[in-house]
């Protein structure tokens, strides 16, 4: 499955420091992962919230990656909006896990 990751310029800067290869520990108060199934929606989160917030430096990029589909089909869709506002729901916990299940490297579209 490919999957989109909106992030700010601290996040951007983690992804790359792994070679493309995962994304980085959650932050205390963000006790979930979330990426989005579509473009659209990534790339409206980065424009409307990262753009526009301090912590992401006003930056906002988006990312692309595969995941392993039978890893990521023990995870329901959840429609947070908009009929395309669907994202999964990985706990921050899950995330080193979720990283091995990455295909390849993340891209910066």
Do not use: C
């Not at 990534?42 to 990262?50: D, F, L, S, V, Y």
């Amino acid at each position: 499955m490919i999957l989109y990751r909106p992030v700010g310029k601290a996040e951007y800067e983690l992804i790359a420091q792994s070679d493309f290869t995962e994304f980085p520990p959650r932050l205390p108060e963000q006790p979930i992962f979330y990426p989005v199934l579509n473009e659209r929606y990534a790339r409206e989160i980065a424009e409307k919230w990262n753009r526009r917030y301090p912590d992401s430096q006003y930056t906002g990029y988006v990312t692309t990656f595969e995941i392993d589909d039978a890893y990521i089909a023990q995870f329901p869709v959840q429609t947070v909006g908009a009929s395309y506002h669907q994202e999964f729901w990985i706990p921050a916990e899950e995330l080193h896990e979720f990283n091995q299940h990455i295909i390849g490297k993340i891209k910066v579209l």
